[in-house]
């Protein structure tokens, strides 16, 4: 069982930026993580996506690459999600997920994900 709790979220303008954290509690070891996001009335989208390694293969959707970056600790058992340049658009709700497993290739399909946290709220204003 894996226990995941997101941090972080707040509001900002357009063209700043943020740092989510997720904390992971029972092993995430060697899993596949990844940051999602769901706007109002809109569907769940993948934002991006680590395999086990610190400094892993990553995945991006391509409306966040260049401005996003995933990135996990292991020794803390965390995962983080730089946003940089942000936009409108990035508005919504943003949430943590554990792929238990070996972790062959990051993916960005949250139905591959079995853990989820309860999210935190990014809001960006123009």
């Known amino acids: 069982q894996v226990t995941l709790a997101e941090s972080g979220g707040d509001s900002v303008q357009a063209g700043g930026s943020l740092r989510l954290s997720c904390v992971a509690q029972?092993?995430?070891?060697?899993?596949?993580m990844g940051w999602f996001r769901q706007a109002p009335g809109k569907e769940r989208e993948g934002v991006a996506s680590i395999d086990s390694e610190d400094v892993g293969r990553t995945r991006y959707a391509e409306s966040v690459k260049g401005r996003f970056t995933i990135t996990r600790d292991n020794a803390k058992n965390t995962l983080q999600l730089e946003m940089n340049r942000l936009t409108p658009e990035d508005t919504a709700m943003y949430y943590c997920a554990a792929k238990p497993g070996i972790c062959w290739l990051p993916s960005l399909s949250g139905s591959e994900y079995p853990f989820w946290g309860q999210g935190t709220q990014v809001t960006v204003s123009s």
């Open positions: 029972g092993s995430t070891y060697r899993s596949c």
